[in-house]
């Protein structure tokens, strides 16, 4: 291939973005060294996507940060990971002197100063409370631990990635028997949470848990959360694309039900949600868009409060949910009533277009009476579409060019001879006494006009020469 047929390939953008879609990251990197022109569009397609497993030093060393600041424009999606392990999980916290647990409540703080010189300035200056916390946790705890409350490095790397459109995060293996115990894990999510809300990525859109556990919910909600600010929530009502994939660990539903109310507010924040896929991993879970309407959210029937509670007796465990905008809806390995599945149809009628309930089981009814609303949908759309047929056939006119052709006619003499005839069966006197009519109006209001003139001037004359006396 010649130099000027290259430059041609290379410089349209089909060809370019083809070429480089079917080549391998090894060759990306290679080609990279070629020219600095070359480098550039190879980097759009090389770094449009980052994948980060969490370690203590992912956003801390200076290297890798710097390398970040200078590929971080290209990045469009990104990848969060940091699955479950020995050194994740933290042991409790035991005090030396008395060999007695304390119990540790975390409050992030975006910002680390260095140590205080005076003891008044001690709690608003040490990152876990107070100094001897914080020798404490460093001392009992791993340093993955400082790594994942490290907020100030979460922010520096998002801030070095403007252009992100989507955010994958992703925490696996996590052990059934574990799932009650705090890790590190869990302190991560919280500074990832935080560092996105506070960098606000204007064009974030999609957002996948894939897979996440039950527990992780409460750390990245962002309402009633760690942490959380009235302006936490405002990044998260952008999102337009949600994808989740749940453990669900043998017997969950029967132990609690806490993270299935925790998941319905969850997923109330998206606001401008047009797309979301949901499956549970494991055993099939319960409808996670129809919680209000699940047995094992709804309050427990033996208790009786109606006599010193009416009000709370009366409400729901989970208020209805509903998404304006949704548009698709894709529920995986789940377990619901044909009734459930009958009243998310009707409610999402409007706007719904596309669902599917794949590997989905039924508890009570059927997939006919489940998907009834469906037919109702079918033929109100027919309807709508012969209306608008009908209504644009009638409003479409048609313009075309018709030529004239005059026929023959007889020459008349005097071309104004047939205003003169008469019409209909008029007489002369008819037509005298019409005229006359008319004259008599025309005139009659003439005279009416300069009455009404002359009274004004002889008025206006009056009042000019009129002077008024003061007794």
């Not at 009628?349 to 596309?354: L, S, T």
């Amino acid at each position: 291939m010649s130099t000027s047929a290259f430059a041609r390939f290379w410089q349209t953008d089909l060809t370019r973005e083809a070429f480089l879609g079917y080549t391998t990251e090894d060759d990306l990197c290679s080609l990279r060294l070629v020219s600095r022109e070359i480098a550039e569009d190879v980097a759009i397609i090389l770094f449009k996507t980052l994948k980060v497993n969490f370690d203590v030093s992912s956003f801390t060393r200076r290297s890798r940060m710097l390398g970040l600041d200078s590929i971080g424009n290209y990045v469009k999606h990104f990848h969060f990971s940091l699955p479950h392990s020995d050194a994740t999980f933290l042991p409790p916290l035991i005090d030396p002197e008395t060999l007695d647990e304390i119990t540790f409540q975390y409050e992030p703080q975006t910002t680390q100063s260095s140590r205080p010189s005076s003891s008044s300035s001690e709690p608003s200056s040490c990152k876990y409370g107070s100094w001897d916390m914080n020798d404490l946790l460093v001392r009992q705890y791993p340093p993955l631990f400082h790594a994942a409350t490290n907020i100030t490095s979460f922010i520096r790397a998002f801030t070095a990635m403007p252009f992100l459109r989507s955010i994958t995060i992703s925490c696996p293996d996590l052990p059934a028997g574990q799932r009650y115990r705090r890790s590190a894990v869990d302190y991560a999510l919280i500074s990832l949470r935080l560092a996105i809300e506070a960098v606000n990525p204007p064009f974030l859109d999609t957002l996948s848990l894939d897979p996440i556990y039950p527990s992780a919910i409460f750390y990245l909600r962002p309402h009633n959360g760690i942490g959380t600010t009235p302006a936490s929530t405002r990044v998260w009502h952008r999102i337009r694309n949600v994808n989740i994939k749940m453990q669900n660990f043998p017997g969950q539903e029967e132990d609690t039900t806490d993270h299935l109310k925790i998941l319905h507010t969850y997923l109330q924040n998206f606001r401008s949600m047009e797309k979301l896929t949901f499956s549970w991993l494991g055993e099939s879970g319960p409808c996670p868009l129809s919680l209000d309407a699940e047995p094992c959210t709804s309050r427990p029937s033996s208790l009786d409060c109606s006599t010193s509670c009416p009000i709370t007796a009366t409400l729901p465990a989970c208020r209805p949910i509903k998404f304006r905008k949704l548009r698709s809806m894709k529920l995986e390995n789940a377990t619901l009533d044909a009734s459930q599945a009958s009243r998310f149809i009707t409610t999402h009628r409007k706007c719904v277009r596309h669902i599917d309930f794949a590997s989905c089981t039924l508890r009570s009814g059927t997939w006919e009476d489940a998907l009834a609303p469906l037919e109702h949908m079918a033929v109100n759309d027919d309807w709508r579409s012969e209306a608008s047929t009908s209504t644009a056939s009638s409003q479409f006119s048609e313009v075309m060019d018709v030529p004239i052709v005059y026929s023959p006619v007889e020459e008349v003499g005097n071309p104004f001879d047939c205003v003169q005839e008469l019409l209909w069966d008029q007489t002369d006197k008819d037509i005298i006494r019409a005229v006359n009519k008319v004259a008599g109006d025309v005139f009659k209001h003439v005279a009416v006009k300069k009455r009404r003139d002359v009274l004004a001037c002889g008025l206006r004359s009056l009042f000019r020469g009129f002077r008024t006396r003061w007794p």
